[in-house]
């Protein structure tokens, strides 16, 4: 596809439940972004990556939260027992190369945890 | 790192008029995006400015840095129903990729 690809697109899980959320960045980009919006504030950053190489991660919120992209490409970003305070927008976003360059965001995965 | 605020948080305006949003940091940025996110969307990039004091514009938008880069500003001229949503500063932080957003401000423009 031509744009960053998410899935699944919603997900409800049980507190308590471990989730995985996948990333599809745009063929080529060499950078991956995760920030999680909260409904009415602009996204806050959580990792990014550059290659297969996780470059920062200072916004994970803890050590439940974790995330790869082992060959460089696809990114997964897994929420180990899941809590309702984690229910947010989980948006990822490439960029053709690490420095100044725009990234171009995805449609992002709701998630509820109830 | 820091946040940058937002001013208005939201504006609503009649077709035809101005709107102005600015981005403020207490800190010397390095340089500073603008996003726009329409009601249920993902946000896009606008424009990048890196130079003190620089402007560009983009048909009706106007994008300035400041001459410290401690603020910013987007001024649309005669806006259209097209331009609502909400618009959002960000910058990236020194010797890092991570963009930092600002709080945005929440356009929304009556016909």
């Known amino acids: 596809g031509a744009g960053v690809s998410q899935s699944p697109r919603y997900k409800v899980t049980k507190r308590g439940q471990d989730v995985a959320l996948r990333c599809d960045p745009i063929s080529g980009h060499v950078s991956l972004y995760w920030y999680r919006q909260a409904l009415g504030q602009g996204p806050e950053f959580l990792t990014y990556f550059n290659y297969e190489a996780q470059q920062d991660k200072s916004g994970l919120p803890n050590d439940r939260f974790s995330a790869e992209r082992p060959e460089g490409s696809i990114s997964t970003l897994t929420i180990q027992r899941t809590e309702q305070r984690d229910s947010a927008m989980y948006r990822c976003a490439s960029s053709l190369e690490a420095g100044y360059y725009e990234q171009y965001f995805g449609p992002g995965t709701r998630l509820t945890v109830t | 790192g820091q946040q940058v605020m937002q001013i208005p948080q939201y504006q609503h305006v009649q077709e035809g008029e101005d709107f102005t949003t600015y981005c403020n940091s207490s800190?010397?940025?390095?340089?500073i995006q603008w996003y726009k996110q329409r009601p249920g969307g993902h946000p896009v990039f606008l424009i990048q400015?890196?130079?003190?004091?620089e402007v560009k514009k983009q048909k009706r938008l106007t994008f300035q840095f400041g001459e410290a880069k401690k603020n910013s500003s987007l001024h649309i001229t005669a806006t259209q129903t097209t331009d609502v949503g909400t618009y959002f500063c960000?910058?990236?932080?020194?010797?890092?990729?991570?963009?930092?957003f600002g709080t945005g401000t929440r356009l929304q423009v009556f016909p």
């Open positions: 960000a910058y990236r932080g020194y010797n890092t990729d991570k963009l930092i």
């Open positions: 400015l890196v130079k003190s004091g």
């Open positions: 800190t010397t940025l390095s340089n």
